[in-house]
């Protein structure tokens, strides 16, 4: 099995920061894709940002230039650096992971969510 544990989460001013952490444990070979989604009330969940093994990275329009998502391979973590935030940032944050077994075998897990709250 393998469990996912975010954290990072909280009230924030417009234009401030947060640092959101995902950590993976469990029965992992390694990890392929890791990435980040929010889901507002009332709206569909949609991706923020995605990272590949190798480092490559992809972001929605919506935060290019605000976000930034890295990953360590050797802690099975991904990370959300979110500066410059706005209250349409308010949302409960995923994160998604596509696992790798030791018999090869590629499974999707999701975090439990975290919510973040910008607000004055």
């Known amino acids: 099995q393998v469990q996912l544990v975010e954290s990072g989460g909280g009230l924030v001013q417009p234009g401030g920061s947060l640092r959101l952490s995902c950590a993976a444990s469990g029965r992992i070979f390694s990890i392929n894709a890791m990435v980040w989604y929010r889901q507002a009330p009332g709206k569909q969940r949609e991706l923020v940002a995605a990272i590949t093994r190798g480092g490559s990275t992809n972001y929605a329009d919506s935060v290019k230039g605000r976000f930034t998502i890295s990953r360590d391979n050797a802690k099975n973590t991904v990370y959300l650096q979110m500066n410059s935030l706005k209250p349409e940032d308010t949302a409960v944050y995923y994160c998604?992971?596509?696992?790798?077994?030791?018999?090869?075998?590629?499974?999707?897990?999701w975090g439990q969510g975290t919510q973040v709250t910008v607000s004055s």
């Open positions: 998604n992971v596509e696992v790798i077994t030791a018999t090869l075998l590629a499974n999707d897990y």
